[in-house]
Structures are given as structure tokens and as C-alpha cells.
């Protein structure tokens, strides 16, 4: 019974992924491509993953279809629209893309039994850390180092799109996301969803430190609460330069790397955490981090903030 | 299976210092994005101060030990935790990248005299981000964490390319994104394999569990072949060069010294570790003549492109191209039999190209843009009597080139020696004739700038003044890599500092 | 036995998408295709990395954490060259659309700005 | 005594370390100004460093990381000392030749790195060192060729550096070869040498060095170069290029080439190559109106006759041969000089005195020949050592006949060549070191005779060896009157002879060119650089399979 679920997830998954390729025009494309996260969130929950599974539908799936919808919507219908190489270049392609499939499928299922794994080292250090989520426990304990350079990723890549603007000194706003005249659904949406959401945003930041959950969860659904209301021209964007919105998203990577400073004081290396005391600093941590991620999210969906003389 | 013993379990005195040269370039963004924009600049140059200082630290305490440098995060001991460890090569890598660093840094100072050429502040925070992502790649253990390195490199360096937001940069920084993503994605997917295959991250580990089991996994094969083209991808290795020239000609010059000098030696330093320490011998043996073919033709072809180049910043950036194809001539030469591939001479000479390329190139980027910028243009037809105009411009271009042709004195010609050395003594002829057609080839296209600008009359006017600051750090790079013509003819033992503990007992 | 079926299709699965993606990335001209064929890429290496995470399942976990988490960071991080790309894209539809005094004004006010 | 040698010893370092560290101060514009000063004075080192320095000290190394190592033996010290009177000479002619050149310093720096370069490569004792000064002389004598931006010159120049560039390519490949089975990264060149005998590659570093070191000096078909680059160069240019730079390929050979009997194959080609280069310099100059040019056809001609010493040497393994080698390069160095500064002169003189030019050219030139009682005929009593009587002696004998006839030439066309019509004299200061290098060209090969060869001056006057020094000189000069009276016209073969057919080559390397520039453009296409990526990561995974 299972296994049928499981393959039709599968076979489902690769009909979505034909759709996102072969789709016409560029709508059509993302509107499979967003479908295509929550069969592959799916596809996470079969395979015992849930907190990727969250992760997936929130950030694989709607955060990046919502920058592809934007995108889609704005390019020209030919720049986004299927245009494909020349007939042999399709078929050599193919052929490549095929040998590749089969040795890969050969690899992955002939790799070695038993599989190796982490997970006792991962349980048996976990009382330890004082939470009870082991995925949570590998992001900001055992490889700490890991999410706090992801952090930095995002902040990276929104100062690479903001030095994309024309406002090289950075003050002004990005475009309203929204559509000039949102529709009514939006905007009694964008009322009635954010207050729910921003609990249920809490509450998988807090309980991410022993069931399925975390700060990025958390950050994605309060990123997606922010750009509903933004979409819904409910308000304007936020000025870039405001130094407000700077700290919230500074907040995350100071508090990580303040306390990973603090790790040498107390623990004697860089990210370790006072014996016994782990887990209020984790948690500290991490609402931090849900905060930037929230804002990083959100603004790298909104785009560079417009010139000068852009309206 | 148990993972093997690793031998960077424990942390070693003074190991923070390799988490702060990560850190201290990341913690400079936060004041940098919370003071006025014209603050940014003072706020970055303070940084690379420092930044270099901890480099220095570094280096002088693996020298003095004579050991490498450990760090284990947060004390959590691969394979559950990760590690950092600088050892010789990584060493010499870390104080190369922070040398050209904070040159570009002082390159790209603003002017009092001429504050319009600023540099934006988008600029000084990229270079942060960059210098981070280049030392953690150089410092990092485990695969996954050096994957985002290579991706916080990219993110760092495709806006470099077109700061200033012209269709034709624009073009250039999206086919560059695009293609260092799928270079990126190949590499994850190797990482995947690996960690199903062996259950661990972290490279010495990984080495170990290699070397211990006979005969190598399928994943094994197939994560090396994805990781070698993926990383070949992201270093322009032809025939994948496909984004190099637009993106490195298109760049302003301290930004293109940045990434010809450093964003592309980051994959090939992956693909080192990945063929010197992961692979084992005989995998490596079988991988080599492909990587070495993909550098001949890199030499050859790419060095006919840059003959035939009539715009002096797209000569120098298929010369990029062309030189890097030496640094993988050194594979098929460093796998001899009964030795590691650290005691060969092939292996100091290919460090020693790799360093003294980064050296010439950035000097001779910023040469040209500030020829570009005296000019109003780097049309090499148009450069007769450029040398009396800016004559420390074309002396540091000139310098620079010298090491690119392998003439004595400069790091070049030591590192070109070494090489055809181990050539020779290999015989493998056809990389010799590979190595020398390359030194006759960069000849002609360093010479094609050279002689116009020294030898002829007439043509070139000058439109703009230069900062003698400016020329004065172009050609100190130049002269560096010119010094580095000074190191003996023999492998450097320095270069092999940690490298027989990272693997255990050498093959 | 169920279980290890499951792990077969969901491998096949993800090497489909792997494979799927690499085909548009390569033959697809326009680069917002590019994009979202790599974010199908993407999505095939995670979904490989979750079939390695379960086959780990042990000591009372449904899988192996570390997998787990390496995804979870992965997908942030595609998210993040996802959000460049599209960035870029954009700013390259600006640029084409305005001519080239348009850029020259842009230059002077990116100095303005900065003086 | 050891103070003293070793104050002494300083001079040697400072033979080449005084021109390059003159040149790298002309980068401030004040020094620059007095780089054509510098022209005259910076060879005085070198030339008491020739005279001082006892020969045959052990190797001066300088300290790490420096890999220089000196020393100076018999060979060296002739062609040292020789080649800094003539730098000497002709810098003092330049800096007055080319007063009016706005130019001039920049010709000057060049001119003082060449110098450097040359002075080194005559010394060092480091096969490293060796290629170090071997390519600043030879890449800073571009400075001098294309000096005059014209477009032969810029032609001349392109050759020259396309060449050098190659010479150098196959110096390096033959250098490591015969360094690779020293323990040592940069052994002495003697002790690199020592093991050639058992290299396991010894016929191919010697093809690569024989190559590389004829390039230089001209061996044909390698002189194409030659005639063009040393026509197109100022006067003082020229007259270093054919007399010193020339040389750097000699003491190669010298230096490179085991004097012990093990290479007598090698041997009976070099000197046949020798041979033949003679002769077809003196074929093609005598086709040739531009005295300079006349001249460089006769230093492609004079290179052979030194390239048969060094082949008769190393066939018969006469330990002499280098240094008799030397002695006549040495000589070729002071006339040669001497016979290109002539051509400014002539050209700076009215009817009045040009025939006190020529007279003393033709005296140079007689010499060059080996008539009896000049220097040059002692050059040629030395070479008869190493030659033997056999028929390659006979045969170089032979050629000096047709030197004879070619240095007629020149003294005709250097005739025709100047202005006849003004009663103009040279300016004194172009004239006095002109005439100051005449007479040290004339004497002292007669100085140099004993010390070299062992054998009295006395012997070098015996009825026999007048007799042998005079018969190809009145042979020569029998000949060209005989042409000059009714010969046929000789239609002037254009300089470089071979090289016009290598020009032939031209569209198809364009059109190869043309071809890398289309094939870099269709792999630079995305879906082709995809498939690429793909057909790669197949080809790596398919290559380790295979070792599984």
C-alpha cells in the first residue's frame, strides 16, 4: 500500500517536472514548478524528513515560486517562453542526460549495506545538547559552523542584489511587488492570514528545538506573511537604507557569530556552547536568526531597491 | 564500518586563528551596512588590516612549527562535527589571497583627487564576502561546508562583474551565475554521493576510508568525475570557458584582478585536494590524462585567442584562461609511483604557477585599467607611445608578462622549469612541447601590448590623469611575482607542511 | 521490503529529476528556464540526499539528521542563487529596455550618490 | 694576494651588475638623462675584470636566494674583455650618432641591458644564470633593432622577437633536459655538461642546444634573422648585434659542447654546418647593395667558420678548440665593430676624407680575410690547430677567398653609399672612437696570439704562414676584379632569402587562426558548452571505471 503511494508520489513528481520543462510559456512553467514543491514535500514526508518537508513547501516551493512568479510576470512572454537548442543538440542532449540517469540510478542504488550513517553518533550526543529535534541539533550544534555560513549566504546574496540597484547608495525602496489594483481575495487574505501565520511562524521556531521545525521554517512563513501584505498593497515596501530594517537584518548574524565568539570563553572553541546551558542560548539563537530570515527572505523576493529615477 | 581515527580530532593551540581569517572579513559587513556609504570604504580598508595580520599569524606560526594548524568547531569532532586545518599549500594559498587582497583593496581606494572614481559600496562589501568564502575554501575540511564556500564565492563574485550595471556586464554576470551554478549543483551532487557511500564529510576521513577499502566504490567513480567537471566548470577550464572572457574583460580592474587572480583558483585548490588527497593513486592515475588534455588544449587554444584579441582586457582574460591549463599539466606529473604527490617537484611547481599567476594577473588587470582609464580606451592598435605617457603601467604589465612567458627572473620561469623538470625526467614529451608551445604563445600576445607601447610612435593620448598609487600597486604585484623567481629549483618543503598526516601513511 | 522499494523509486525519482533538469538547463535558450531547470536539478540531488538520509534511519531516528540537514541548508542556498539569478535577469531586462544615455545618467547618479 | 684577488674578484659580478643596475635607474628621469653618458662608461668594469681577474678562479656564488654563480676562464675573459672595448666604442659613437634622436635615452637603457646580458653570459658559471643572461641579451637587443619605428624595422623586429622567442623555447627544453639527472635544481654548467655522455637523451639535448645556440648565431638555414634585423638597426646598433650579441650563441656552444672525443658525430655536423654557412654567407652577401647588409651576411659567414672550430673540436676532442674558438670570435668582435661604425662615418663624410674611411676599411676588412701581418691573419694561423690540414681546413681556407671578396664589396658599396658631393668630416667625437677601435682591431689580435694559442709570434711570421695567409686574400682580390670587369650583374638576392618562402606559410597559419578563433566561438555557445559538461563527466566516469 506504501510502496504504491510512494511510487505514484514518485511517478507523480516526474509528470510535474516533464510539465516544468516542456510548458509553453513562462506562467504555465512556474505554476508547475510550484506544484512540483508540494509533491516533493510530499515525497520528504514519506521519507521521514518533515522538517525538510516544511522547509521545501516553504522555501523550495513558495518563496522561490513567488520570485518566479514575479519574474514571469514581469519579463516579456518570448524571454521566458520555451526556446529550445537545435534538433541534434535536443538529441545528444537527451542521449548524455539518459547515460547520466542510469549511472546515477546504478550508484544510488548500489551503494553499500549497510548504509552508513550518523544518526547514533547524532542520538547518543543529543542529551547533551538539551534538544530533543536532531536535525536541529545538527544545524546549530554539530555543524553550526554550516547554518551560520548560511546565513551568510543570504546576506551575501542580498547585497549582491542590492548592488544590482541603480541607488548605489542603497536608500531607497524596492517596487511594491503587488499587482496596481489587487483583487479583493488578496487583500481580505492578506487581513485574516498574517496574524495566524505569525503564530504559526512562533510556533515553529519554539518547538523546532524538539519536534520538526526551526528558524528557517519560522523565517519562511513570516517572509511569506510580510510579502502577502506586500502584495496586497496593504503597505509599501521598506526603505533599504532604514536602519531599522538593517539591524533586523543584522540581528541573526551578530547574535550567531557573537556567540560563537563566545564559544571560546566558554567551551574553548569557536560555536561551542556552555555546558548544560546549551539550549537557552540555541534558542536565543535561533529566534534571532527566524527574525533576519524573515526579512532576508522577504527583501531577496522584493529585488534591488529602484533608482533614483525609476518610479 | 568505523570511521578511522582522524588525526585533526583535537584542535591545536592557536587553531581560532583559522575561524577568525573566516569570521573577521564577515563580522566587517555588519558595520559596513550600518554606517553611512562613504564610511564603508575606511571601515573596509581597517579590515583588510587586520585580516591580513591574521593571515601573517597563520603563516608564521605553521612555519615555525613546521605542522599544520587544527580546528575543530565548537569541539565536535568529524565525521558528526567539522574541521578547519591549514596546512603548507593551504598556507601559501591564504597569504596569496590576502596579499592580492589588500592590494586590490589599496588598488580601489578612493582617490582624494578624483572622488568620482569611487568605487561603490556594494563593492567593499563584496570583497569582504569574497576574501571569506576564499579562506574558508582554503581552510575547510568538510565538503559540504566547502560547498557553500564555493557558493558564497560566487554570489561575491558575479556582482564584481557588473558594478556598472551595463547591459553588456549584465549579460556577462548572468551567463557566469548560470554556469558556476551548474558547475555548483555537480559538485553537491558528488558530495551527496560521497556521504552515502562513506558516511562522512570530512575529507581526511574520506581519504582514509578510500585508501583503506580495495576497490573503489561506484560512487566513488562517479562523485570524482562530477566534482572534477563541476569544479573545471567554475575554474573556466576549456572547453568550459565559455563565461571567462566576457565577465573578466567586462569587470572594473580591481574587480577583474579579484577574480582572475583568486575566484578561479579557488575550484582548481578543490580540485587538488579532491585528486591528490581523495582519490588514492591508481583513480587518480586513470583521471589525470583527462585533466591534463583539458589543460593542453586550454593552453593552446586559449592562447591562440589571446593572440588574436584587438582589446587589451580580453587578451588578458583569455591569457587567464590559457594559463590556468598549466596548473593541470601538473596531474599526470605529480602521480609517480612511490612518491606523494607533495614530494614531487611538479607539485611545487604547480603551486608556484598558481601563485604567480594570481600575482601578474592582478597586476596586469589593473595595468590595463588604468591604461583604460588614461586612454578612454584598450584598443592595442591604438598603443604607440602609451610607455611615455604611463611608463610604470606598462613596465608593471610588462613584469607581470615576463612571468606569464616564463622568462627569468619571476615565479613563472621557476615554476615553468619545474614542471617541464618533471616532464622530462617522466618523459611525457608531448606535456613538455604542451608547456613550452604555451611559454611561446604568451610570448607573443605579452609582447603584442609591450612592443606597440614602448616601440612606437605616436597613437596613444592621454585623456585622464592616473593615480600614481594606483601604478605604484600594480607594479608591486608585478614585482612579487617577479621575487618569487628566488625560490630554489627544488621542491619546497614548506608546500608538503601536513599533507602525509592528512591522508595517514603514504602510499 | 516495502521500505526498500520505496527507497528505489524515490531514487529513481530523484535521479529522473537530476536528469530532467540537466536536459533544460542545457537545451532551454531562455535563461529564466535556465533557472527553473536548475532548480529542478536541484530538487533531484536533494531527493537523492533524502534517500540516503533514510536509509540511514537508526537509533530510533526516521532518518539520518545530517542529510537531513545538509538539505535544509541547500535549499536556502538554491533559494539564494534562485533569488540572484532572477535579480540579474530583471536588471538585464531594464538595461536592454533603456538606452544607452539612460546608463550614462545611472553612472552619474551612482556617483553623486556615493560623493 | 687572496685580499687583493679577492678585491679583484668583485670586478666580475660587477661586469654585468653595473649596465643592468644603470639601466633600472634611467627609470627616474633625472639619471635618464645621462643614460647616453652611461653608454661609454658602463662596460670599464668588464674590461678590467678581462685583464685583472686571474682566469680560472673558483666560482663566485652569490648568497642565497640569488642563484648566480661567476667565473671566468680563458674563453670567457677573450670574448669579455674584446667585447667591452667594442661596447665601449661604439657607445661613445652612439651617444654622438644619435644626438639628435629624441629617443635616445630610451635606445640607451636598451642598450645598457644588452650589455648587461652580454657581459653575463660570457661569466656565469649556473646553467640558470646562463638562460637569465642569455635572454636579456637577447630580448633587450630588440630595443635596438626596431629602435627606428619604421616599418622594416618593425618587420625586422617582429622576426627577430618571433625567433628569439623560439630559440629561447628550445635553449630551456635542451637546459632542463640536461639538468633533470642532477640532483641539483640549477647545477653548474660544467657539471651538467659532465653528465651528458650517459643522458639517456644526449642526442636530442645536443640537436636542441645546437639549434638554440645556431640560432643565434646564424647557422644556416637559422641566419634568416640575421641580415634583416643588423641591417635595419642604427649604425652603433648594429655594429653590437653582428659583433657581441652574435656571440652569445658562440660561448653557448663553448660552454655546452664536451670537449673530450665522446660527441665526434656531432662533431663532423656542426662542422659541416660551419662549412656551409660560410660559404653561403659569403654567396648571398656578395649579391647584396647595402653595405650593412654586406657585412651581415659576412657575420653569418664568419659564425661558420667559428661553428667548424667548435665542430672540429668536438670531433676530434682538441681541449684547445674553445679557447681558439674564442680568440677568433674575439677578433671577429673588434673588426666586425669596427666595419659597422665605418658605415656612419662614410656616411657623415665629404669627398675629402672618404677615402681615409675606406682605405681603413679595406685594411679592416683584408684583415677579416687573414692577410698576412694583420691581426686577422693570426686568427686564422690559430684555427689551423683545431682544423687540422685535412679538407675541412682546406675548405675554410678556401673561404677566406671568398671573405676577400666580400669585403670588397663592402668597401665599394660603403663607396657608393656615402655622400660624395659635400666636403664635409665627421664630427671628432663620432671619428675618435671609430679610429681608437680601428687600431685596438688591428692590434690586439697580436697581444692575444701568444697567451692563446702557446705558439710564438715569431711562428705566425714564417715564410710558410705568410704564404698560406696570402694566397685566398690575392685569390680574392684576382676575383673580384675579375667580376668587377666582366662578371656577370648579380640580381640582389632580398635579405633573408628563406625567409620570403616562409612568408608562403602566411595565409595558411592566418587561416588556422581564423579557424581557433570559429571553434573557440561555437564551444563558447551554451548548449555546446553543456553537452560538454556532460560528455566530460561520462568520459572521467567511463576513464576510472576502467581501473575498477
Known amino acids: 500500500m506504501s510502496g504504491a503511494l510512494d511510487a505514484g508520489i514518485a511517478a507523480l513528481l516526474l509528470g510535474v517536472a516533464f510539465r516544468v520543462l516542456l510548458a509553453r510559456d513562462p506562467l504555465g512553467a512556474v505554476i508547475g514548478f510550484v506544484a512540483l514543491g508540494l509533491v516533493i514535500a510530499l515525497a520528504w514526508v514519506r521519507l521521514a524528513a518533515v522538517d525538510v518537508a516544511l522547509t521545501e513547501a516553504a522555501i523550495g516551493g513558495g518563496v522561490t515560486g513567488l520570485v518566479m512568479v514575479r519574474a514571469a510576470a514581469r519579463l516579456p512572454k518570448r524571454e521566458g517562453a520555451r526556446q529550445t537548442a537545435d534538433r541534434g543538440t535536443n538529441w545528444i542532449a537527451a542521449g548524455l542526460c539518459v547515460l547520466v540517469f542510469i549511472g546515477l540510478s546504478a550508484v544510488v542504488l548500489g551503494l553499500p549495506e549497510p548504509a552508513p550513517t550518523l544518526a547514533p553518533e547524532a542520538a547518543a550526543h543529543l542529551p547533551g545538547t538539551g534538544l530533543g529535534n536532531p536535525v536541529t541539533a545538527v544545524l546549530l550544534v554539530y555543524r553550526a559552523l554550516d547554518t551560520l555560513l548560511e546565513v551568510v549566504v543570504l546576506l551575501l546574496a542580498l547585497i549582491a542584489i542590492w548592488s544590482l540597484s541603480a541607488d548605489a547608495s542603497w536608500r531607497g525602496a524596492p517596487p511594491p511587488p503587488g499587482p496596481r489594483q489587487p483583487t479583493e481575495a488578496l487583500v481580505f487574505l492578506a487581513r485574516v492570514l498574517p496574524p495566524v501565520g505569525v503564530l504559526v511562524a512562533i510556533y515553529l521556531f519554539w518547538a523546532g528545538a524538539d519536534v520538526p521545525g526551526g528558524a528557517f521554517q519560522g523565517g519562511a512563513v513570516l517572509a511569506a506573511m510580510g510579502l502577502l501584505v506586500l502584495l496586497a498593497g496593504l503597505c509599501a515596501p521598506p526603505r533599504i537604507g532604514d536602519r531599522g530594517l538593517r539591524l533586523l537584518v543584522l540581528a541573526g548574524p551578530v547574535v550567531f557569530l557573537a556567540v560563537g565568539m563566545l564559544g571560546w570563553a566558554v567551551a574553548g572553541a569557536f560555536l561551542g556552547y556552555p555546558e548544560g546551558a546549551a539550549k537557552p542560548v540555541i534558542i536565543a539563537v535561533e529566534a534571532a536568526l527566524t527574525l533576519s530570515i524573515a526579512v532576508m527572505l522577504a527583501l531577496l523576493v522584493l529585488g534591488p531597491p529602484a533608482g533614483a529615477r525609476q518610479p | 564500518m568505523t570511521p578511522a581515527a582522524s588525526l585533526s580530532s583535537a584542535s591545536s593551540a592557536f587553531g581560532a586563528l583559522l575561524v577568525l581569517a573566516v569570521i573577521v572579513p564577515l563580522c566587517g559587513l555588519v558595520p559596513m551596512l550600518l554606517c553611512a556609504p562613504r564610511r564603508v570604504e575606511q571601515v573596509a580598508l581597517l579590515l583588510l588590516g587586520l585580516g591580513g595580520l591574521i593571515v601573517g599569524a597563520i603563516a608564521v606560526r605553521v612555519a615555525a612549527t613546521g605542522a599544520a594548524l587544527d580546528d575543530v568547531i565548537g569541539g565536535w569532532a568529524p565525521p558528526l562535527g567539522m574541521a578547519l586545518r591549514a596546512d603548507g599549500l593551504s598556507v601559501v594559498m591564504l597569504v596569496m589571497t590576502a596579499v592580492v587582497v589588500v592590494a586590490t583593496g589599496l588598488f580601489a581606494r578612493t582617490d582624494r583627487a578624483a572622488p568620482t572614481s569611487a568605487m561603490p559600496p556594494a563593492f567593499w562589501m563584496l570583497l569582504m564576502g569574497l576574501w571569506s568564502a576564499l579562506n574558508l575554501v582554503f581552510v575547510a575540511q568538510d565538503l559540504f561546508s566547502l560547498y557553500v564556500a564555493l557558493e558564497l564565492l560566487t554570489f561575491a563574485a558575479v556582482p564584481l562583474v557588473c558594478l556598472d550595471g551595463s547591459r553588456k556586464t549584465l549579460d556577462a554576470a548572468l551567463r557566469y551565475l548560470l554556469f558556476a551554478l551548474f558547475g555548483s549543483v555537480l559538485y553537491l551532487l558528488a558530495t551527496a554521493l560521497l556521504y552515502g557511500a562513506y558516511g562522512t564529510l570530512d575529507l581526511p576521513q574520506l581519504a582514509q576510508h578510500v585508501r583503506a577499502s580495495g576497490t573503489p566504490e561506484p560512487a566513488l567513480v562517479l562523485a570524482l568525475a562530477l566534482m572534477s567537471v563541476g569544479m573545471a566548470a567554475k575554474a573556466a577550464l576549456f572547453p568550459l570557458h565559455l563565461w571567462l572572457p566576457p565577465a573578466h574583460a567586462g569587470a572594473p580592474a580591481a574587480a577583474s584582478a579579484l577574480l582572475s587572480a583568486l575566484v578561479i583558483k579557488a575550484p582548481i585548490y578543490l580540485l587538488v585536494r579532491i585528486w591528490c588527497d581523495l582519490a588514492g593513486p591508481p583513480l587518480a592515475a586513470a583521471g589525470a590524462p583527462l585533466l591534463a588534455i583539458m589543460g593542453a588544449g586550454a593552453v593552446w587554444l586559449c592562447g591562440v585567442m589571446a593572440l588574436r584579441q584587438g582589446r587589451l582586457k580580453l587578451l588578458i582574460a583569455y591569457s587567464t584562461a590559457a594559463q590556468i591549463g598549466y596548473l593541470f599539466l601538473m596531474f599526470p606529473l605529480a602521480g609517480i609511483a612511490g612518491a606523494a604527490p607533495w614530494e614531487t617537484i611538479a607539485w611545487t611547481g604547480g603551486a608556484l604557477q598558481l601563485v604567480s599567476h594570481a600575482f601578474s594577473k592582478a597586476a596586469m588587470f589593473m595595468a590595463a585599467g588604468l591604461i583604460a582609464e588614461a586612454l578612454g580606451h584598450d584598443r592595442i592598435a591604438d598603443f604607440g607611445g602609451l610607455g611615455r605617457i604611463l611608463p610604470v603601467s606598462v613596465f608593471a604589465f610588462g613584469l607581470g608578462g615576463l612571468s606569464l612567458m616564463g622568462l627569468p627572473p619571476s615565479g613563472g620561469f621557476v615554476a615553468k622549469v619545474m614542471l617541464l623538470t618533471a616532464a622530462v625526467q617522466q618523459e611525457r614529451w608531448w606535456i613538455a612541447g604542451v608547456i613550452l608551445a604555451g611559454g611561446l604563445l604568451a610570448g607573443g600576445y605579452v609582447l603584442r601590448v609591450v612592443v606597440p607601447a614602448l616601440f612606437r610612435t605616436g597613437g596613444a593620448v592621454a585623456v585622464a590623469q592616473v593615480s600614481p598609487r594606483r601604478q605604484g600597486v600594480a607594479l608591486g604585484l608585478a614585482l612579487v611575482a617577479v621575487v618569487l623567481g628566488f625560490v630554489p629549483l627544488q621542491p619546497i618543503g614548506f608546500l608538503a607542511i601536513g599533507r602525509a598526516a592528512l591522508i595517514g601513511s603514504a602510499p | ?115 | 694576494m687572496s685580499g687583493a684577488s679577492g678585491v679583484l674578484s668583485l670586478l666580475l659580478p660587477a661586469a654585468p651588475a653595473l649596465p643592468c643596475l644603470l639601466a633600472l635607474l634611467c627609470v627616474a628621469p633625472k639619471v635618464r638623462r645621462w643614460a647616453p653618458a652611461m653608454m661609454a662608461l658602463a662596460p670599464v668594469p668588464a674590461l678590467l675584470a678581462a685583464l685583472l681577474v686571474p682566469q680560472g678562479i673558483s666560482p663566485l656564488s652569490a648568497p642565497a636566494p640569488l642563484r648566480i654563480t661567476l667565473t671566468l676562464d680563458a674563453p670567457g675573459a677573450l670574448l669579455l674583455g674584446t667585447s667591452a672595448v667594442l661596447w665601449m666604442a661604439a657607445g661613445a659613437y652612439a651617444a654622438v650618432y644619435l644626438r639628435d634622436d629624441p629617443a635616445r635615452p630610451r635606445f640607451a637603457i636598451w642598450w645598457l641591458l644588452t650589455m648587461g646580458g652580454s657581459f653575463g653570459v660570457f661569466i656565469v658559471a649556473d646553467l640558470s644564470s646562463f638562460y637569465l643572461a642569455f635572454a636579456l641579451a637577447s630580448l633587450s637587443a630588440y630595443g635596438l633593432v626596431a629602435h627606428d619605428d619604421t616599418p622594416e624595422a618593425r618587420r625586422a623586429g617582429a622576426l627577430y622577437l618571433g625567433l628569439t622567442l623560439f630559440g629561447e623555447a628550445l635553449l630551456i627544453a635542451g637546459f632542463v633536459m640536461l639538468a633533470a639527472g642532477s640532483p641539483d635544481g640549477n647545477p653548474l654548467i660544467a657539471d651538467a655538461v659532465a653528465g651528458l655522455a650517459v643522458s639517456p637523451w644526449r642526442d636530442a639535448i645536443v640537436a636542441l642546444l645546437v639549434a638554440g645556440f645556431g640560432l643565434k648565431m646564424g647557422f644556416v638555414p637559422l641566419h634568416v634573422w640575421m641580415p634583416i634585423a643588423h641591417g635595419v638597426a642604427p649604425v652603433p646598433g648594429s655594429a653590437v648585434l653582428s659583433g657581441i650579441v652574435v656571440k652569445a650563441g658562440v660561448i653557448g656552444l663553448i660552454r655546452f659542447l664536451p670537449m673530450d672525443g665522446m660527441l665526434s658525430a656531432w662533431g663532423a655536423a656542426i662542422t659541416t654546418m660551419g662549412i656551409v654557412t660560410a660559404y653561403y654567407g659569403i654567396a648571398i652577401g656578395l649579391t647584396q647593395s647595402h653595405p650593412k647588409r654586406v657585412l651581415a651576411y659576412s657575420t653569418v659567414s664568419q659564425m661558420g667558420v667559428v661553428g667548424a672550430v667548435i665542430g672540429a673540436g668536438l670531433w676530434s676532442g682538441d681541449a684547445a678548440a674553445p679557447v681558439i674558438a674564442a680568440f677568433y670570435a674575439a677578433n671577429h668582435i673588434l673588426l666586425k665593430g669596427a666595419m659597422f661604425l665605418a658605415v656612419g662615418i662614410a656616411a657623415a663624410s665629404g669627398a675629402r676624407c672618404l677615402w681615409l674611411v675606406l682605405a681603413v676599411s679595406a685594411v679592416l676588412g683584408l684583415s677579416l680575410a687573414g692577410l698576412p701581418l694583420t691581426g686577422g691573419a693570426l686568427a686564422k694561423i690559430a684555427i689551423k690547430g683545431p682544423l687540422g690540414e685535412g679538407m675541412a681546413g682546406s675548405l675554410l681556407a678556401l673561404s677566406a677567398a671568398g671573405t676577400t671578396m666580400l669585403m670588397a664589396r663592402f668597401v665599394i658599396r660603403l663607396q657608393a653609399s656615402a655622400d660624395g658631393s659635400s666636403h664635409r668630416f665627421p664630427p671628432l667625437a663620432l671619428g675618435a672612437p671609430w679610429l681608437a677601435l680601428c687600431g685596438g682591431a688591428l692590434v690586439v689580435p697580436f697581444v692575444l696570439f701568444q697567451p692563446v694559442t702557446g705558439a710564438s709570434l715569431a711562428s705566425a711570421f714564417s715564410a710558410g704562414s705568410l704564404w698560406k695567409g696570402l694566397w685566398p686574400v690575392a685569390l680574392g682580390l684576382v676575383a673580384t676584379t675579375a667580376l668587377a670587369w666582366r662578371g656577370p650583374r648579380l640580381r640582389e638576392i632580398p635579405a633573408g632569402d628563406v625567409l620570403l618562402l616562409a612568408e608562403r606559410l602566411a595565409p595558411a597559419v592566418s587561416a588556422l587562426s581564423e579557424g581557433v578563433g570559429r571553434l573557440d566561438e561555437g564551444l563558447r555557445r551554451w548548449p555546446v558548452a553543456g553537452l560538454l559538461v556532460l560528455a566530460l563527466i561520462v568520459a572521467f566516469a567511463t576513464a576510472l571505471e576502467a581501473t575498477r
Open chain 3, 1 to 115: 521490503m516495502s521500505g526498500s522499494f520505496s527507497l528505489s523509486v524515490f531514487g529513481l525519482a530523484g535521479a529522473g529529476l537530476v536528469a530532467i533538469g540537466l536536459f533544460g538547463l542545457i537545451v532551454q535558450g531562455a535563461a529564466f528556464r535556465k533557472i527553473l531547470a536548475f532548480n529542478l536539478l536541484g530538487g533531484g540531488i536533494f531527493l537523492l540526499m533524502g534517500v540516503i538520509a533514510r536509509r540511514g534511519a537508526a537509533a530510533g531516528f526516521g532518518g539520518d539528521p545530517v542529510p537531513q540537514a545538509l538539505v535544509i541548508t541547500g535549499i536556502v542556498v538554491a533559494f539564494s542563487a534562485t533569488a540572484l539569478a532572477v535579480a540579474l535577469l530583471l536588471r538585464l531586462q531594464d538595461a536592454g529596455e533603456q538606452n544607452s544615455a539612460a546608463v550614462d545618467d545611472r553612472d552619474r547618479a551612482a556617483r553623486q550618490g556615493d560623493a
